[in-house]
């Protein structure tokens, strides 16, 4: 028994000594590629873009699945973006709620026929409306068929080649369609482009802005902050330099369009369609050599309600790592497979090995030590030394993303927004790690059981200025 | 070394790093603190002088002064916002006066930088204040490898109408993507004349794969004296030429535009079919209704939604088209003209855009 919790004990030494190295490396590329970054997004004169022809049109697609708490604020947000050439399709998708009555009344819609073909299939369309207010406004209500489904629904309405995914529940910065659109202007052979998702909880919201950035005081909104610095500012920034990420956050995310008809649009089938469809993108252009870039740059910023219930982050988290192992295992045939580049030999390797089993072999971890230190295999001190700096590892991470955010955009000014962040970045690793693990190994067992299903989100709505 | 030694070193290593990063944080929100201090009333300094040079009551030298005062980036800033509020002849005289600077020497230096940074840094500079004796530096920085140095070197053509710049940039634009073609086409319509001349010679090169895309920029000049050559190319053997041709012939109402539209009508690639039906609308030429209502019957759903499209624009006429085919025997041409029919002139009007 003690040869075999060594042997263990040597498997997860190697693994936390090999994920984390890889972390450091992308910590290490993320630091040119955000100043680079910066550079790029202080120097452009972004007024005498706005007024050229240049800028690409857009269109914006917005699927909303009972979010009449939000929808409205949302939309005339979207509506009201500084950029020249856009349109906005709304996807009501067969919502229980008020969702179609809340825009009809805002926007006054009347109906209009449908005008484009169904390239790819979706559920039955109800209606197509049109704003009387708002002439960049499509409106389509179709039956209940899922976030994917609302979106291909939307892809297929929309006119202009490219297309940003957007939350209903998402406050898009004025002009942050501007500066996702900088990769098309430097004249990039791009096929997606992914901005950084921030934490609208504890923010001041005004007219569907967010004109006060604040660090939530709740204890699960406000390490969420630290999360999501963590997953762009350095996360996707470092997957720039090594080949392009297989996450674009589906709440804010810019693709060709014609890309996603070749792939036949956003998998219904998916739990997580956001990464599911950047690995099919993936796929499709590296099996078609054709050269493509994804990119992530993170001044454009999007703001989003995150669960601040126990309850509701779990069900959220346990979702995200099905679709992962979902996804992993959907598209194996990548893994290592030097066909597919830098994608099938880096990236899917890590999100197989460092993503999707990391929880696994971390809950491994926790039981091969108790064992250890039962059978007196492993030694206390040793043990509490190699606890520490495992955790101490997270804890930099989480510190080093708010020191990048720090020193390039500090969205958070204030210094008890700062002083905040620092203490959920060092007590991210107590207690809520440990929570995340567990979500995560529910999403194995669901797996297991052939569980599918999103659960139910609960919004609150954005705070108004007190 | 034991792996309890190492783990030592390691959190041990850990430990520095935190402290560290958090001497980091609190260093550089003084030193921002600092700088902003600093600056900041050298900004507004210069904002206030700026007003008064445009007024005539402060000299180009108290600007100079100001410009010389600020941090590089911001002096940059300043210039590019105040050059699009002062009329042109005024700023020229500011552009002469920014040659002899140290600073302003010192940066236009940087068009030969290693940094990608600097050579930006010097572009944009340029793109508010180069004079013709910079033209050998903008030349270079068009040329550059780093895509943001040459979209910032193209802004200088609104200034700069040098044949030689207009040359450099023409060349390049089959190689760029789209959106910086619609860029480069912006900024190239000031120098209009040697756009023109450089087209022409380019719309010789038949075999050139970049044809295409010179044909596309050249209909985004909406200049009459190219009608003729795109005419010449409506029988070009590559559809995607063709397709272009017929796109930018709907800005030209003349007679042989509207030949060439009639034969690019029934192309065999639908592409030009399509593009061909929405220019013959644009033209809206009534000898063309018969033309356009038989598009409304071609086999590819985009001919014939622009086709329908099309129809809306013949007035009267073309309305009794799209009615008369939505109660005709052809199936397609019926949904297309009903489908038409129900669009709101809004809708109408975004769907033709």
């Known amino acids: ?466 | 070394v034991t792996s309890y030694q190492f783990l030592l070193v390691v959190a041990v290593a850990q430990g520095v790093l935190f402290v560290a990063l958090v001497i980091l944080i609190t260093l550089n929100r003084w030193i921002r603190v600092r700088r902003s201090a600093a600056v900041h009333p050298r900004r507004l300094e210069l904002d206030a002088t700026m007003q008064r040079w445009a007024l005539g009551q402060a000299s180009t030298e108290d600007v100079l002064a100001a410009l010389a005062w600020l941090p590089v980036s911001l002096a940059i800033e300043g210039l590019v916002t105040w050059s699009a509020r002062v009329p042109s002849d005024r700023w020229q005289e500011l552009s002469r006066g920014l040659e002899s600077p140290w600073w302003a020497r010192a940066l236009r230096a940087n068009y030969r930088s290693a940094r990608w940074w600097k050579r930006l840094d010097c572009a944009r500079f340029l793109s508010v204040a180069a004079t013709p004796h910079d033209i050998g530096r903008v030349l270079r920085l068009l040329r550059d490898r780093h895509p943001a140095v040459q979209l910032s070197a193209a802004t200088t053509l609104e200034r700069i109408g040098s044949p030689v710049l207009v040359t450099a940039a023409l060349e390049q634009l089959p190689f760029l993507g789209p959106t910086v073609q619609a860029y480069y086409a912006s900024v190239l319509k000031r120098a209009r004349p040697a756009v023109l001349r450089h087209l022409a010679q380019l719309f010789r090169r038949l075999d050139d794969p970049r044809l295409p895309r010179i044909i596309e920029f050249a209909g985004r000049l909406d200049e009459p004296v190219l009608r003729e050559p795109f005419t010449t190319l409506a029988t070009h053997p590559e559809a995607e030429v063709r397709t272009q041709v017929a796109r930018g012939l709907g800005k030209f109402p003349h007679p042989e535009s509207v030949a060439a539209l009639g034969y690019l009508v029934q192309d065999e690639a639908w592409p030009v079919r399509a593009q061909a039906a929405r220019s013959l609308g644009m033209i809206a030429d009534p000898r063309t209704l018969p033309i356009v209502r038989e598009a409304l019957r071609d086999p590819e759903w985009w001919v014939r939604l622009r086709a329908g499209l099309a129809l809306t624009r013949f007035g009267t006429a073309g309305r009794d088209a799209l009615l008369e085919a939505e109660v005709g025997a052809h199936m397609e041409a019926r949904d297309m003209a009903a489908l038409i029919l129900g669009l709101s002139p809004q809708g109408l009007s975004e769907y033709a855009a």
Request: net charge positive; hydrophobic share 45%.
């Open chain 1, 1 to 466: 028994v003690n040869e075999l919790i060594h042997a263990t004990d040597v498997v997860i030494l190697g693994y936390f000594l090999a994920l984390n190295t890889f972390y450091a490396v992308l910590l290490v590329l993320a630091i040119p590629e955000i100043w680079e970054q910066t550079r790029l997004a202080e120097d452009e004169d972004f007024q005498r873009l706005m007024q050229s022809d240049a800028l690409p049109p857009i269109t914006i697609l917005v699927p909303a699945h009972n979010e009449s708490a939000t929808i409205e604020t949302s939309v005339t947000a979207i509506l009201t973006l500084e950029y020249r050439n856009f349109e906005v399709v709304v996807v009501n998708d067969g919502s229980k709620d008020e969702t179609l009555e809340r825009l009809r009344h805002a926007f006054d819609l009347y109906e209009v026929p449908c005008t484009y073909r169904e390239t790819i299939p979706t559920q039955a369309l109800r209606a197509v409306y049109r704003s009387r207010t708002r002439t960049r406004l499509l409106v389509v209500d179709k039956e209940n068929g899922g976030k994917a489904d609302s979106l291909n629904a939307a892809i297929n309405a929309s006119r202009f080649p490219l297309v940003i995914a957007v939350d209903a529940d998402t406050l898009i910065e004025p002009d942050a369609l501007l500066r996702l659109t900088r990769p098309f202007l430097l004249g990039a052979r791009i096929a997606a482009v992914g901005g950084t998702v921030r934490v609208a909880n504890g923010c001041v919201v005004k007219d569907g802005r967010v004109t006060d950035a604040r660090v939530p005081r709740r204890f699960l909104p406000g390490i969420q902050v630290v999360e999501y610095l963590r997953a762009f500012l350095f996360g996707r920034l470092g997957w720039n330099r090594l080949g392009g990420s297989l996450v674009i956050s589906g709440a804010f995310g810019l693709f060709r369009k014609d890309y996603l008809y070749a792939i036949g649009g956003y998998r219904v089938a998916s739990v997580v369609e956001d990464l599911d469809l950047v690995v099919r993108l993936h796929r499709h252009l590296q099996q078609h050599k054709i050269p493509y870039e994804i990119a992530f740059i993170p001044d454009p910023v999007a703001w989003t309600e995150v669960p601040e219930s126990g309850r509701i982050l779990s069900r959220q988290r346990e979702r995200w790592h099905r679709g992962l192992i979902a996804a992993m295992w959907q598209y194996k045939g990548m893994l290592f497979n030097p066909r597919y580049g830098r994608v099938g030999l880096i990236a899917m390797p890590f999100f197989t090995f460092g993503e999707m089993l990391a929880p696994l072999v971390e809950v491994l971890g926790y039981g091969v030590t108790v064992l250890g230190l039962a059978y007196g295999a492993i030694d206390t001190t040793f043990a509490l030394l190699f606890l520490v700096v495992a955790w101490g590892y997270g804890m930099l991470l989480s510190i080093w993303a708010v020191v990048l955010d720090e020193v390039s955009f500090r969205r958070y000014g204030r210094l008890g927004d700062l002083v905040r962040l620092l203490l959920y970045a060092t007590l991210e690793t107590f207690g809520y790690r440990q929570r995340t693990v567990w979500w995560r190994l529910k999403a194995f067992v669901n797996v297991w059981k052939r569980r599918q299903g999103w659960g139910e989100m609960v919004r609150k709505g954005f705070a108004t200025p007190s």
